[in-house]
């Protein structure tokens, strides 16, 4: 019989969620993309939805995590800062860290 642990991460301040696994693949979309819109279609959420993730994550981080452009005959635009860069490499590290440690701490029970 094999055994799995399940779990989910995330990271938050006082009253707002800085970065889950949701908030991450939003600012990797975002990213990829360079709008909020296009990225919360590849993500097949709505726009709001994808707009009170990217305020809740801006709120709680220290510095800015996109940089956004007002729409018009072009069409708005965003863009992750390098901050926000950073934000998504710094858990993307913790959560593989976080895994790995929790596959070694299953052995514990496979192994007896």
């Known amino acids: 019989m094999s055994y799995k642990i399940k779990s989910r991460i995330w ?3 006082d009253k ?10 939003l600012l990797k979309a975002i990213d990829k993309t360079g709008s909020l819109s296009k990225a919360a279609k590849a993500l097949n959420i709505s726009y709001k939805k994808a707009w009170n993730l990217l305020d809740s994550v801006n709120k709680s981080a220290k510095k800015p995590v996109t940089i956004n452009s007002i729409g018009g005959k072009g069409g708005g635009g965003a863009e992750l800062t390098d901050y926000g860069k950073s934000l998504i490499l710094a858990f993307d590290e913790i959560n593989k860290n976080c895994w790995e440690f929790l596959d070694k701490q299953l052995e514990k029970i496979e192994n007896l």
């Open 16 to 25: 707002h969620v800085l970065l889950g696994e949701g908030r991450v693949q």
């Open 11 to 13: 990271i938050e301040s």
